[in-house]
């Protein structure tokens, strides 16, 4: 079964068919979709911009890290079911689309920036200055943001390709 004919099968789907007949649904997910961005994207520059060692200095990253990453997770959480429900309601659109794809690589990078530099903090016996790899942190959380924008620029596109 090729991706189109997967899409086509999920298309008309009663649960597909379902999520477009109510006509408030796909809108209202799509609100809450931005919205879930929004709180990501937010937490990932305030907590990314303290790595960079640009804003909130007098904190430690710990403790900036550990206000904004539940956050982060709950948000994520609910990008991807609002996400799942907007692939469902339209698989024509996303399924076969290399925008689509680019994204969903784009935030499974995001995430694994934020696994990598972010999870580490949350250690009461994390030294900053005994981690190898803390000398990259400052370049990470400038390219984390780029992913960031790169995310809601494709996630845009995605209406348009």
Excluded at 2 to 21: A, H, K, M
Excluded at 119 to 140: D, G, I, N, Q, V
């Amino acid at each position: 079964m090729s991706v189109q004919d997967f899409g086509n099968w999920l298309y008309e789907t009663p649960l597909s068919t379902f999520i477009r007949d109510v006509t408030w649904l796909i809108p209202a997910v799509q609100s809450i979709h931005i919205l879930a961005i929004a709180v990501v994207v937010g937490s990932a520059l305030v907590s990314d911009l303290r790595l960079a060692g640009v804003l909130a200095i007098e904190e430690t990253p710990a403790t900036v890290v550990r206000r904004y990453l539940p956050w982060m997770w709950a948000a994520l959480v609910v990008l991807l079911l609002t996400g799942l429900v907007l692939v469902l309601a339209e698989p024509d659109r996303t399924i076969a689309n290399a925008v689509f794809w680019t994204k969903m690589s784009l935030v499974l990078t995001a995430f694994a920036l934020t696994l990598f530099f972010r999870k580490p903090l949350l250690s009461p016996h994390f030294r900053a200055e005994h981690a190898r790899w803390w000398a990259a942190t400052k370049p990470a959380a400038w390219i984390s943001l780029a992913v960031w924008v790169a995310v809601i620029f494709c996630g845009r596109w995605i209406a348009y390709s």
